[in-house]
């Protein structure tokens, strides 16, 4: 008998038989609130209509027409219509499946558009589990475990994390940016150094938001070096933190900007978009992927991105973002074993730490299977596996966003 391999034992019970807008139902037919959207991909919610209408009408004309081989019109009107959306000057586009192939390509990018390779991410990132991204990633050990060697050419410095050193936001930043220079002096030296790849929120680590100043600091030193600034926006992007894309908090833009996860509502589509010479940098046949910019994939990012529009999605992520962080700090205020609420938009986390200040991953997971229990669907994360985060569809409303924490608060 065939089974499962034990990478895909279940983290819940839950065996999903349907999903509509915010709701998962289970094979029992039991409703499940999930704030969970497929680690944060059905940004429209479970099966959104026009999404649906979009992907069907598209199955029946043309499912796929490799992009190197035949471009089709899909992918044509995806690459107008973010144009639409996307930072000024960042009007190259290029497609792929996943959050990690698309950190490949922009890696690729950088090396090849520098001449540089040397590669600066941050310690707690997360950027994949393909060979080259997890060669970034050090959240979550079992990414590298067991693996090596590694790519080389991999620097990391310090993402500042005030929460977890008992220490003040300003003071946080002044270290990480200090060690970063630290670091330009030392390990890796800007005429070696072709990028900085980071996370405007630090997700996989634990949900906790880059401080403006920081990502100003990080364009600061790659303006002033030459050193390209990668912002990896797989898990920020499309609306996500109440911004269309999570580095907009900082105002500062980066060289090249990595989107997968909500970009079509479930269906695998990711991109890079960078500017046109430095885009140019990258030849035909260097970059690519039989199945990147899969046609179903791009009819469904039209759609997806139309809603978000039309819908104001990333108004109301902003909203909801706000009364659920509220809602959360409420529970927390009850529950000293919160040590921290936290995020942006729809992309919150509860950090549980013991009377010490430790990390506390046994209640965190009890609270976890609890919520499950009440219906919740959460996930956690952080290198601890002590955080709980809330990353709900998109389009969800204030009586959800309450029906949750109610949730949330019996299971704690
Ligand atoms: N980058 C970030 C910031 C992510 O959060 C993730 C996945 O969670 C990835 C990259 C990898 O994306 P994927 O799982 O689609 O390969």
Redesign the pocket.
């Known amino acids: 008998m065939t089974e499962l391999s034990p990478a895909l034992k279940q983290a819940t019970p839950v065996l999903a038989a349907r999903g509509e807008g915010v709701y998962l139902f289970d094979e029992d037919d039991r409703r499940y609130l999930d704030f969970t959207a497929g680690?944060g991909v059905t940004s429209t919610g479970h099966c959104h209509p026009r999404v649906v209408e979009a992907a069907q009408n598209q199955v029946g004309t043309l499912i796929h027409g490799q992009y190197t081989t035949v471009m089709h019109r899909r992918l044509l009107e995806l690459t107008e219509r973010l144009g639409e959306v996307l930072p000024t000057g960042l009007d190259r586009l290029f497609y792929v499946n996943?959050?990690?192939?698309a950190?490949e390509a922009s890696v690729r990018l950088a090396r090849h558009a520098t001449g540089r390779q040397n590669i600066i991410a941050f310690s707690g990132g997360?950027?994949?589990?393909?060979m080259g991204?997890a060669a970034l990633t050090t959240s979550g050990v079992k990414v590298r475990a067991g693996i090596g060697p590694m790519m080389p050419g991999v620097a990391f410095a310090p993402f500042p994390e005030a929460y977890r050193h008992g220490t003040t936001e300003a003071a946080e930043v002044d270290r990480a940016l200090a060690e970063l220079d630290q670091l330009l002096m030392t390990t890796t030296s800007p005429k070696d150094t072709a990028a900085i790849i980071v996370?405007p929120v630090l997700?996989?680590g634990g949900y906790i938001p880059a401080p403006p100043r920081f990502l100003a600091g990080l364009r600061e030193r790659a303006d002033k070096h030459g050193i390209l600034l990668i912002a990896?926006e797989?898990?920020?992007g499309v609306g996500r933190t109440g911004a269309f894309w999570g580095h907009e908090h900082a105002g500062i833009g980066p060289d090249i900007l990595?989107t997968?996860?909500g970009l079509a509502s479930g269906f695998p589509l990711?991109a890079i978009a960078a500017g046109e010479e430095l885009m140019s940098k990258a030849w035909p046949g260097s970059q690519g992927g039989t199945y990147g910019g899969n046609a179903v994939a791009a009819a469904a990012a039209l759609a997806t991105l139309d809603v978000v529009r039309d819908e104001d999605l990333v108004g109301n992520a902003a909203e909801q973002g706000q009364r659920l962080i509220e809602g959360l700090r409420k529970v927390a205020a009850e529950h000293p074993v919160i040590g921290d609420v936290r995020g942006l938009g729809l992309m919150l986390g509860n950090e549980f730490t013991t009377s010490e200040g430790a990390p506390d991953a046994a209640t965190a997971a009890r609270a976890h299977a609890a919520a499950a229990e009440e219906g919740l669907l959460l996930l956690t994360c952080g290198p601890h596996g002590n955080v709980v985060r809330m990353i709900p569809p998109l389009i969800v409303t204030a009586a959800q966003v309450d029906e949750a924490v109610a949730c949330w608060s019996r299971a704690v």
Do not use: N, P, Y
Not at 98 to 101: A, I, K, L, P, V
Not at 126 to 130: L, Q
């Open positions: 680690i996943s959050g990690s192939e950190v997360f950027h994949g589990r393909t991204a996370e997700g996989e990896d797989v898990q920020t990595i997968a996860k990711s």
